[in-house]
């Protein structure tokens, strides 16, 4: 189950980096590039600050769960099983 975990990670850096690191285009649409700012994209010095801390980044990982599962629905009920082990 683990190997699976893993797999999903490497095919999806892109989005778990959006939702960590909490930032402001990378995530929209897994384009860097993008014009649009993603609606919980926090600012360059906010998120040098939660590196320091370390404290709000484990906070955007708890809430990662809810945005990506039940808030947002980026992922699809299949793949929440895989990576939380659990139903939504």
């Known amino acids: 189950m683990k190997v699976k975990r893993v797999k ?3 095919n999806h850096w892109k989005l778990g980096t959006h939702l960590v690191f909490r930032t402001k ?3 929209v649409n897994n384009k860097w590039w993008s014009t649009y700012d ?3 994209g926090w600012s360059n010095w906010k998120r040098f600050y939660s590196l320091i801390l370390i404290r709000p ?3 955007n990982i708890k809430f990662m769960k809810l945005r990506a ?3 947002a629905h980026f992922l699809t009920d299949e793949d929440y099983k895989l990576v939380y082990n659990e139903e939504k």
Do not use: P, S, V
Request: net charge neutral.
């Open 25 to 27: 285009r990378f995530g």
């Open 57 to 59: 980044m484990i906070e």
């Open 69 to 71: 599962g039940t808030m």
């Open 8 to 10: 999903y990670f490497f």
């Open 38 to 40: 993603a609606m919980f």
